[in-house]
């Protein structure tokens, strides 16, 4: 239990950092673009951005978490949960999937789901906090449907959020999503691949779905834990 304990504020500290890293990065972004004209309305914060961005799908109506995982307030305090486009594309596929029960409880920045694919297991964090109420029993039973359609018929899990003011401030700023998603696009351009004849991108710089599939097999747990915030 003590380890369980240790490992537990070990990965809330690497969070944390990760948190401080984007941010910086967020803060450098407002600089080199220069002041906004006024305060971020409501919409901005919900996500006012093209449909894509970098080659990756952003709907406007859902709050990007750093650990590439969505949220979506649908009325009250019930928001729905599911993976981003970026997610999706870097995994490609699933054999299984490993969804919270209704009526267990989610952290934000805490571990909220997993994969397996490929004989590995690849966790992803919750972007909200607050009890799991509903999960989809279709991408439960067939995860091909989360990565096919990850804002729609692949969302994941509804939490009932008594604190979803709190977690929207560790949310992506809806006018800070389009330099993320870019500055994730050259971080995997520079990363490169070493698998011939296993490029990142397509001919016209949209992104392959599967692209861990062109990096190493050595670097993907590196790769996965960097994107996915779970050092």
């Known amino acids: 239990m003590i380890i369980l304990e240790h490992i537990y504020h070990a990965r809330q500290a690497e969070y944390i950092i990760a948190l401080l890293g984007l941010f910086g ?43 590439h995982a969505w949220a ?42 997993g994969f397996k694919t490929d004989s590995r297991v690849i966790h992803m964090l919750s972007p909200v906090e607050g009890e799991v109420i509903e999960v989809n029993e279709a991408v439960a039973n067939s995860p091909g449907a989360a990565f096919e359609d990850p804002y729609g018929a692949g969302w994941l899990f509804k939490v009932q959020s008594a604190n979803l003011t709190s977690n929207t401030k560790n949310m992506i700023p809806g006018t800070m999503v389009g330099g993320w998603f870019e500055n994730i696009g050259q971080t995997l351009c520079a990363r490169g691949t070493s698998r011939p004849g296993a490029p990142m991108f397509a001919d016209g710089g949209e992104p392959i779905r599967g692209i861990a599939r062109a990096v190493d097999p050595e670097m993907w747990d590196e790769l996965a834990r960097e994107f996915f915030l779970t050092k």
Request: charged share 20%.
């Open 25 to 67: 990065f967020i803060a450098f972004w407002r600089l080199l673009n220069g002041p906004s004209a006024g305060p971020e309305t409501a919409s901005e914060a919900a996500g006012s951005f093209p449909e894509r961005l970098a080659g990756f799908l952003a709907p406007a109506d859902v709050m990007f978490h750093p650990g």
């Open 72 to 113: 979506r307030v649908e009325s009250g305090d019930t928001v729905t949960v599911g993976m981003d486009d970026f997610a999706a594309k870097l995994l490609g596929s699933a054999d299984s999937i490993s969804l919270p029960k209704p009526g267990s409880k989610v952290k934000q920045g805490s571990l909220g789901w």
